[in-house]
């Protein structure tokens, strides 16, 4: 039987904090701009001041779910203003909420001619929504001794 050496993988470098890192510009960008757009829409779905949201849901996913069209819009702004809230306070989490959210508001546009532009721009939104969940991995919170270099 051979003995088999595993090299020590290094503990990843902690990552500066700092509004002078492009990379942590970049992270707080889109952290609060997937933070405020999806509470701001969600909001709005109550009231349609921005639009009239139910002109965005397919006649196919209406049918499919129960209730009225605006009853579902009021769920669906409920459901944003979670992801809003949550990408707020735990980025690496809600960032995959926010791009699984896309990815349904997509396929979604995708049903109905004349919205094509409209799912190609949330597909952009989409890859941002999975950048900011990768740069939440590197800015993640650190445990209290891991910033002083005290055991915890």
Same mark, same amino acid.
């Given at each position: 039987?051979?003995?088999? $050496? ?6 990843? /470098? *902690? &990552?500066? !904090? ?5 990379? !942590? ?10 933070? @405020?757009? /999806? ?12 639009? #009239?949201?139910?002109? !965005?849901?397919?006649?196919? $996913? ?6 009225t ?5 009021? @769920? ?5 203003? $979670?992801?809003? @809230? ?19 508001? $997509? ?8 919205? !094509?532009?409209?799912?190609? &721009? #949330? ?6 929504? *999975?950048? *900011?969940? &990768?740069?939440?991995?590197a800015? &993640? /919170? ?6 002083t270099?005290?055991?915890?």
């Amino acid at each position: 039987m051979k003995t088999q $050496i595993v090299p020590a993988v290094a503990a990843p /470098p *902690l &990552r500066n !904090y700092s509004l002078h890192d492009p990379a !942590y510009q970049a992270f707080m960008l889109l952290r609060t701009a997937f933070t @405020v757009a /999806p509470i701001a829409f969600g909001v709005d779905k109550a009231s349609n001041l921005l639009t #009239d949201w139910q002109r !965005y849901l397919s006649p196919t $996913i209406d049918q499919l779910v129960p209730g009225t069209a605006h009853q579902l819009m009021l @769920v669906v702004g409920l459901v944003e203003v $979670i992801a809003g @809230v949550l990408v707020g306070l735990r980025p690496q989490l809600g960032a995959y909420l926010v791009a699984g959210w896309l990815t349904g508001i $997509i396929l979604n546009l995708l049903l109905m001619p004349g919205f !094509y532009d409209v799912a190609l &721009r #949330d597909f952009g939104l989409l890859v941002a929504a *999975l950048a *900011l969940a &990768r740069l939440a991995q590197a800015f &993640r /919170p650190q445990p209290l001794g891991a910033l002083t270099g005290s055991a915890s």
